[in-house]
């Protein structure tokens, strides 16, 4: 591949990456704090919906790993800052938890179930049947559908839930209409994340788990992108450099896990 300049900023996904079925992957306490210290910008990604970043910050402190709020991005605030720019102070129908409604509020969108211009679609604990075929609805009356993310299954304790991917699908076959998903992989997520760091793509680096999400939206933004192989991804899946994997496309780097990483921050 071709070489490309020194890793000035750093993006990395969340589940698979820094943390794993709850408990934190070894060594992502000191990649945080090293890259803390190193004073180069970063933020880490996520395409769940539901929490703000605030929560999210807590939520990492509690499992170890000092991650402020504003070094958090989203899918819902991803979504929120597309919509303020294609249509601004506009009006949306919100089938989503506090980490979507927040972002759309502070976007200055009005949340509404009469004539409003978008239905957007995110991750909730409880999808709601009357919440759905209302959305169905205003779809059909000309609202315009987006949602934050395609992910269809969500882990939990129990096993998969069905997420916002599989809950557009299920509208979209009522409504015959697609929507638009914000969220990795598609590289808006990438783009407004550099925005919000001031970065710039061939100097910034994306970390995660997944070569259908996190590596194909980085691979498309122009990032250096590099797999860890604690979540999704299996390194059979990758193949070597000199062989086709099941993907084809390939990282610029593949490594055991985020402890990997933590000397190439200071270089």
Request: glycine share 8%.
């Amino acid at each position: 591949m071709t070489e490309r300049k020194p890793i000035e900023y750093w993006l990395s996904d969340m589940d698979g990456v820094l943390v794993h079925e709850g408990s934190p992957v070894p060594g992502a306490a000191e990649f945080v704090r090293r890259l803390a210290a190193s004073g180069k910008p970063f933020l880490v990604l996520t395409n769940n919906s539901i929490y703000t970043r605030r929560d999210l910050s807590a939520r990492l402190a509690a499992l170890g790993l000092d991650v402020p709020a504003e070094a958090i991005w989203t899918s819902a605030l991803a979504t929120a800052r597309f919509l303020a720019d294609q249509r601004p102070e506009g009006s949306a129908y919100v089938i989503g938890e506090a980490g979507l409604t927040t972002a759309l509020h502070e976007a200055d969108y009005v949340l509404t179930d009469i004539r409003p211009d978008y239905v957007v679609l995110g991750e909730t604990r409880t999808y709601s049947f009357s919440q759905i075929t209302r959305a169905i609805r205003l779809i059909e009356g000309g609202a315009r559908f987006v949602a934050t993310n395609p992910d269809p299954v969500g882990p939990s304790q129990e096993g998969s839930l069905p997420a916002c991917g599989a809950v557009a699908a299920m509208i979209t076959r009522a409504t015959g209409v697609e929507p638009y998903f914000v969220g990795k992989p598609n590289p808006l997520m990438m783009r407004t994340a550099l925005n919000v760091v001031g970065g710039h793509s061939e100097q910034t680096a994306m970390v995660g788990d997944r070569m259908d999400t996190d590596i194909v939206a980085g691979v498309e933004a122009g990032l250096e992108t590099i797999l860890v192989l604690t979540g999704v991804t299996r390194e059979d899946e990758v193949g070597r450099e000199d062989e086709v994997g099941r993907f084809p496309f390939r990282p610029h780097r593949v490594v055991p896990s985020i402890a990997d990483l933590i000397e190439l921050i200071d270089v």
